[in-house]
């Protein structure tokens, strides 16, 4: 197991790894909206969803991996009704064939933050 660990993305705010390779497979934890230079959050739904794909972009090309080769993701966000704006700004980070992807509403995130996206990819 190798973890991997980028300046491009905002340090882990707990007890984790930014993401973890195995054989060759990267989980990457989720990623909210910080700005990785400022650890200041993006206002709004739009500039978080773009944020926090941003980050996990990073995560994933530390570890070697292409972003082309993410193969799941899960988005987490605290309003459904911003499903269409985060598909809109997630379309234009991903090509196809898209990567599978579930998307759920959840109550809260970590420092108030509005969606919080997380991947796998190959090597």
């Not at 809109?88 to 809260?108: G, L």
Request: charged content about 20%.
């Amino acid at each position: 197991m190798k973890i991997i660990q980028t300046n491009n993305a905002p340090a882990a705010v707990g007890p984790y790894s930014q993401a973890v390779e195995i054989d060759n497979l990267v989980f990457a934890s989720g990623q909210i909206a910080l700005n990785p230079a400022t650890g200041e959050m993006a206002e709004g739904i739009e500039a978080q969803a773009h944020q926090a794909l941003k980050n996990a972009q990073a995560v994933i090309e530390a570890s070697g991996a292409k972003w082309e080769n993410v193969i799941k993701t899960t988005v987490f966000i605290t309003n459904i009704d911003d499903f269409g704006k985060v598909n809109e700004i997630y379309a234009t980070y991903f090509k196809q064939p898209y990567p599978a992807r579930s998307c759920v509403e959840v109550s809260k995130l970590p420092k108030g933050a509005l969606i919080e996206v997380e991947v796998i990819a190959t090597k």
